[in-house]
């Protein structure tokens, strides 16, 4: 039997949006969240969109036609567990320190002064 030969498709570097997905051929494809930001490597192989940080492989997807995406479930889960954490540190953390400085001095007078004005 004769093995049919695929072509070859070379990866192409992508960054992580902030949404956890990449862009590849017109379609987005989803990353675990802890991606966001970084460049990762992404190729159509075997059938499968599959998206590396250096040899790790950290997403395969099924490929969607152009102009769609597919999320992994577990990425949705993770970026909204990650979106959660996030909103509820903010909520309950306290409020920034306000530092001010004063360059008057205030004048000091005795009590006896607004005692005579009240007297």
């Known amino acids: 039997m004769i093995e049919q030969l695929r072509p070859y498709a070379p990866a192409l570097a ?20 802890a991606h966001v930001g970084q460049r990762v490597s992404v190729q159509a192989l075997g059938g499968k969109i599959t998206i590396k940080v250096g040899e790790l492989i950290v997403a395969e997807h099924t490929p969607v036609p152009q102009g769609h995406s597919q999320i992994a479930p577990e990425h949705l889960q993770a970026l909204w567990k990650q979106t959660v954490a996030r909103a509820t540190a903010e909520r309950h ?3 920034p320190r306000c530092q001010i400085a004063f360059t008057q001095s205030v004048e000091r007078r005795p009590l006896s002064v607004y005692a005579e004005v009240a007297g």
């Open 14 to 33: 992508r960054k992580v949006d902030a949404e956890s997905l990449v862009s590849y051929r017109g379609s987005r494809y989803s990353v675990p969240p």
């Open 93 to 95: 953390a306290p409020p």
